[in-house]
Nanobody, 115 residues
Framework: QVQFVESGGGLVQPGGSLRLSCAAS????????MGWYRQAPGKQRELVAR???????NYGDSVKDRFAISRDNAKNTVYLQMNGLKPEDTARYYC?????????WGQGTQVTVSS
C-alpha cells in the first residue's frame, strides 16, 4: 500500500518560511499528480497546491505567489516551500495524490503561524 509521511512543520512567526516534505512509497511516483492539502480545526480540508507529473503546478488563491510545490522523483519526495506565512495558514498539512484518494491520508504535519 502506498504511504505518505509528512514532515517539516512547526511553529513560525508571521512572515516566516517553512519547507514541508512528503516521502512517498511506490514505484509510480513520477507519473502521478500530487497535492498538498491542509485542514484547520472545524474547517474543510482544502487543496493548497498541486503538481502534475509533467511539472505543471496550480495553487489555491490564498497561497498563490507565496507557496511553491516541487518534487524530487529520485527521492520519491514532494515538497512545499512556504514563504510569507500568515496566521491563517495555520493548519495540519497533508500530501496525497491529486486527485486525492481517501485511502492514503497520512498523519500530516502541523504548521502554526503565530507571534
Amino acid at each position: 500500500q502506498v504511504q505518505f509521511v509528512e514532515s517539516g512543520g512547526g511553529l513560525v512567526q508571521p512572515g516566516g518560511s517553512l519547507r514541508l516534505s512528503c516521502a512517498a512509497s511506490g514505484s509510480m511516483f513520477r507519473l502521478v499528480g500530487m497535492g498538498w492539502y491542509r485542514q484547520a480545526p472545524g474547517k474543510q480540508r482544502e487543496l493548497v497546491a498541486r503538481i502534475i507529473g509533467g511539472g505543471i503546478t496550480n495553487y489555491g488563491d490564498s497561497v498563490k505567489d507565496r507557496f511553491a510545490i516541487s518534487r524530487d522523483n529520485a527521492k520519491n519526495t514532494v515538497y512545499l516551500q512556504m514563504n510569507g506565512l500568515k496566521p491563517e495558514d495555520t493548519a495540519r498539512y497533508y500530501c496525497n495524490f491529486d486527485p486525492y484518494r481517501d485511502d492514503y491520508w497520512g498523519q500530516g504535519t502541523q504548521v502554526t503561524v503565530s507571534s
